[in-house]
Structure formats: structure tokens, C-alpha cells
């Protein structure tokens, strides 16, 4: 599955209304540690079929990331239900950003 484009507009009905588990990446196009991580968020979204996965642009969601408390990037959240159950910061490897949503 492709890795969704989150919006302040489709946040609510792909990330809070989903029936899966979704791995939201919050990130910003400067952000260096951010661009190293697409491969690996890349690649998740292709193997793991039972989760959504997602990113939304820092810069162009002021608001969602300041909802969520998202004072540095690359930060990931797991949403389950509606709701943030699991975050961590920064570039990770795989197996890391993977026990956020199992």
C-alpha cells in the first residue's frame, strides 16, 4: 500500500476514522533525519498490509502537530481507534518505527 498524504483536511477520516492501525510520520522537507527515514517508511507501508501508513508535512499542519505535541521531527505516532497509543523521535531503524504499531 502507498504511503497516504496526510492533509489537515483528510487527517480525521484516514488517520482518526481508519479500521487500521495507522503509523502517521510527521516530517518537514528541510529536515535531513527526515529524508533518511522515507526509504524505511517506504518500505514498511509495503510490507505491512494490516497497517495504514502516513505522513504529514509539519510546515503545512501547524495545527495537527501542535495537537500532538510535536516539538522535533521525525517523530512517528501509532493511532489506534482514533487515538495516539505509541510515539518515538527521531531517525530509527525499522524494527523500531515497527513496534510502534504491533
Same mark, same amino acid.
Given at each position: 500500500? *502507498?504511503?497516504?498524504?496526510?492533509?489537515?483536511?483528510?487527517?480525521?477520516?484516514?488517520?482518526?476514522?481508519? @479500521?487500521?492501525?495507522?503509523?502517521? =510520520?510527521?516530517?518537514? @522537507?528541510?529536515?535531513?533525519?527526515?529524508?533518511?527515514? %522515507?526509504? $524505511? !517508511?517506504?518500505?514498511?507501508?509495503?510490507?505491512?498490509?494490516? !497497517?495504514? $501508513?502516513?505522513?504529514? &508535512?509539519? =510546515?503545512?499542519? !501547524?495545527? !495537527? *502537530?501542535?495537537?500532538?505535541? $510535536?516539538?522535533?521531527?521525525?517523530?512517528?505516532?501509532?493511532?489506534? &481507534?482514533?487515538? *495516539?497509543?505509541? &510515539? %518515538?523521535?527521531?531517525?530509527?531503524?525499522?524494527?523500531?518505527?515497527?513496534?510502534?504499531?504491533?
Amino acid at each position: 500500500m *502507498a504511503v497516504v498524504k496526510l492533509t489537515a483536511e483528510n487527517f480525521e477520516q484516514e488517520v482518526l476514522k481508519s @479500521d487500521k492501525t495507522v503509523l502517521v =510520520d510527521f516530517y518537514a @522537507d528541510w529536515c535531513g533525519p527526515c529524508k533518511m527515514m %522515507t526509504p $524505511v !517508511i517506504e518500505q514498511i507501508s509495503n510490507e505491512e498490509t494490516e !497497517i495504514k $501508513v502516513g505522513k504529514i &508535512n509539519i =510546515d503545512e499542519n !501547524i495545527e !495537527i *502537530a501542535q495537537k500532538y505535541k $510535536v516539538m522535533s521531527i521525525p517523530m512517528f505516532i501509532a493511532f489506534k &481507534n482514533g487515538e *495516539a497509543v505509541a &510515539n %518515538t523521535l527521531g531517525a530509527q531503524p525499522k524494527e523500531a518505527i515497527l513496534k510502534l504499531v504491533k
